[in-house]
């Protein structure tokens, strides 16, 4: 692989369940990120790693987890869906946190029914 | 509280030239990015501005006043490719992009 992938691409998903969304890069960025777009806003933070094995909070972080186990994957966790969360989510990565440009992954759009 | 402002949507002609503007208000600057996003794509990277002043790259520039919190991305020889969203981001104080809601560019022969 070259860049950045998430997966699944698309998914329909019950109220309630959970739900881990899949995010690689294999550009050994050390910062990564993750986004919901929503119509008519902007891209919004969920939660940011600034390294391998260190994680923070972003603009709307309820409801999702992270984990950044290694320099490589970064999944984003829903614990119990809601509709709410219905959204489009990007993965993104950079260099470092500071002045770089974000690479992002194609997306993966969600529906929580 | 932080805000990124541009027009929700433009529209302009083939082989014209369009300016794109952006005003913020954030808690801290440490630079300002656009980048383009085509209709169900991830956004792509443009440009970054961090000093004042205008920055060109082939048919896209980008300028930035700090002082007026202000920005433009300026397309020149539009071609119908360039029908895109636009997306003005600021890196706040913590070195998070703050992100404005697009403005999406429609480009017509």
């Known amino acids: 692989i070259a860049g950045i992938t998430q997966a699944p691409t698309s998914q329909i998903l019950a109220a309630g369940r959970r739900m881990t969304l899949r995010c690689t890069q294999d550009?050994?960025?050390?910062?990564m990120y993750w986004y919901r777009q929503d119509l008519g806003l902007g891209l919004r933070l969920i939660h940011y790693?600034?390294?391998?094995?260190?994680?923070g909070k972003g603009e709307v972080p309820d409801g999702y987890s992270v984990s950044r186990a290694n320099t490589d994957d970064f999944p984003l966790t829903l614990a119990s869906a809601v509709p709410s969360q219905t959204s489009v989510y990007f993965c993104?990565?950079?260099?470092?946190?500071?002045?770089?440009?974000?690479?992002f992954g194609p997306g993966t759009r969600l529906t929580v029914l | 509280g932080q805000n990124i402002d541009q027009p929700t949507e433009m529209t302009a002609t083939e082989g014209a030239i369009v300016q794109i503007n952006c005003t913020y208000q954030?808690?801290?600057?440490?630079?300002l990015f656009w980048y383009q996003q085509h209709a169900g794509e991830a956004p792509t990277f443009l440009s970054y501005?961090?000093l004042d002043g205008l920055e060109e790259k082939g048919r896209f520039s980008s300028f930035l006043s700090r002082s007026k919190g202000y920005s433009y991305l300026l397309l020149k020889e539009l071609q119908m490719k360039d029908s895109a969203s636009y997306l003005c981001?600021?890196?706040?104080?913590?070195?998070?992009?703050?992100w404005g809601a697009g403005t999406k560019l429609i480009i017509k022969p």
């Open positions: 993104a990565s950079s260099p470092d946190p500071i002045g770089n440009e974000q690479f």
């Open positions: 550009m050994r960025h050390n910062a």
């Open positions: 790693s600034n390294t391998a094995g260190t994680t």
């Open positions: 954030t808690s801290g600057f440490n630079g």
């Open positions: 501005n961090v």
């Open positions: 981001a600021v890196q706040d104080s913590n070195y998070q992009l703050i």
